[in-house]
């Protein structure tokens, strides 16, 4: 079985979170919908696995994935496998819906077998813990055995876990979605803090780079932070200001959540950064339903840590976009040497640069600056994201 499905046109759609439009999601190739007869398609090497129909991302059924009861710490993993013929990633990535029914932080991994363990490609993404809704994202790559041959895929593996508690996880709508011809990296810095003109920003420009600050409207030119004056210049360079907040959103109701979002899409619109308006970077990286839906509503994009690059053409849940931490410079570097060779996205974020207590040392940001100089990757702002012709 070659998991081949049907093939839809290549849209630009937002409906990477449930009922986020009125149309079922469509873009790219469906690798399995988890209809009909499951156990004829995928297998389980622990935990255990039964279908639901009262509880969908898309169509009439979904896989509902816990752990054993037995086990000494919380796991599951299944897989599919594709035989005689392979699944041909080669020009595609892959992108999955899921539902975390009992709410913990959690990661969920991927194995892409190509064609054997010894050639393979491994991806996790982090699930915040608020999140208690279905959500599509990518399954961007963070770890490389071997030379895959991803025209010849043979199995996937999904694990989720292993974490403190028991879970229960849903899964719906593999897919695999149209690649970019080159990588692509961004890089974001929070809290419109002050280091970012200061320390960043001449680093990048010296390159020629474009950046984006997220920025808390009530925090512009107060102590430690940028002011008017130095947004418009960053802003005249090619840099995004995009939108931000200091609260924890998840803890507040559905009209203070939309108000805190209005806020800072309005404030940026009010201060001519339309285009870093239509971007919002969550705080803390967290968020609920709620919160994905009204980014999904006042935004283009939203950002937040999720371990792992992102298809770099169309990211499959734009409200949803993967971050990684740029203090983990190691971790960021083997990050951006998968994406750079299979054609990912990787967004960098950083908070305070320097020599303070809770700082990143700048040299950890010139260090990932000098790699990328080394790579053919492009480096983009979140506008130039949505905005390119790819």
């Not at 208690?132 to 010849?152: A, C, H, I, N, Q």
């Not at 999720?306 to 570097?333: E, T």
């Not at 000098?370 to 979140?382: G, S």
Request: charged share 25%.
């Amino acid at each position: 079985m070659n998991g081949s499905g049907t093939t839809s046109p290549d849209i630009d759609g937002k409906n990477g979170t449930k009922n986020a439009t009125n149309e079922p999601y469509s873009r790219g190739t469906v690798v399995d919908d988890f209809e009909g007869d499951v156990d004829s398609r995928w297998g389980i090497n622990d935990g255990k696995y039964k279908t639901t129909t009262h509880d969908v991302f898309q169509g009439t059924q979904s896989l509902v994935v816990e752990p054993g009861t037995s086990a000494k710490q919380p796991v599951a993993k299944i897989f599919k496998s594709f035989y005689p013929d392979t699944l041909d990633l080669s020009k595609h990535d892959l992108s999955l819906a899921v539902k975390v029914n009992k709410p913990e932080d959690i990661k969920i991994s991927a194995e892409i077998i190509a064609p054997a363990k010894s050639s393979m490609l491994t991806s996790t993404r982090y699930i915040p813990l608020e999140l208690d809704g279905w959500v599509r994202f990518d399954l961007g790559y963070t770890g490389k055995t071997g030379e895959p041959t991803m025209d010849s895929v043979s199995e996937i593996r999904l694990q989720i876990g292993p974490i403190d508690n028991q879970f229960q996880v849903l899964i719906d709508d593999l897919r695999k979605i149209p690649k970019a011809t080159k990588g692509k990296v961004m890089f974001q810095f929070d809290d419109g803090h002050i280091t970012a003109y200061e320390e960043a920003y001449p680093i990048l420009d010296e390159k020629g780079w474009p950046g984006s600050i997220a920025v808390v409207p009530d925090a512009v030119n107060g102590n430690d932070r940028v002011t008017d004056q130095m947004m418009q210049e960053m802003g005249n360079e090619g840099w995004d200001m995009i939108g931000h907040a200091s609260e924890l959103l998840p803890k507040r109701s559905e009209p203070k959540q939309r108000r805190i979002l209005q806020q800072a899409q309005q404030y940026l619109s009010v201060k001519g950064f339309k285009n870093g308006a239509r971007h919002f970077v969550a705080p803390y990286s967290r968020v609920n339903q709620t919160t994905l839906n009204l980014i999904d509503e006042i935004f283009e994009t939203g950002y937040l840590f999720g371990g792992c690059p992102n298809n770099a053409q169309h990211p499959s849940n734009p409200s949803f976009i993967s971050r990684v931490q740029g203090s983990d410079v190691q971790g960021a570097q083997h990050v951006l040497d998968v994406a750079d060779e299979l054609n990912q996205l990787v967004v960098i974020s950083y908070h305070v640069l320097g020599s303070g207590d809770d700082a990143i040392p700048t040299s950890a940001l010139e260090q990932i600056v000098d790699h990328v100089e080394k790579k053919d990757m492009d480096i983009i702002t979140p506008s130039q994201l949505i905005d390119g012709s790819e």
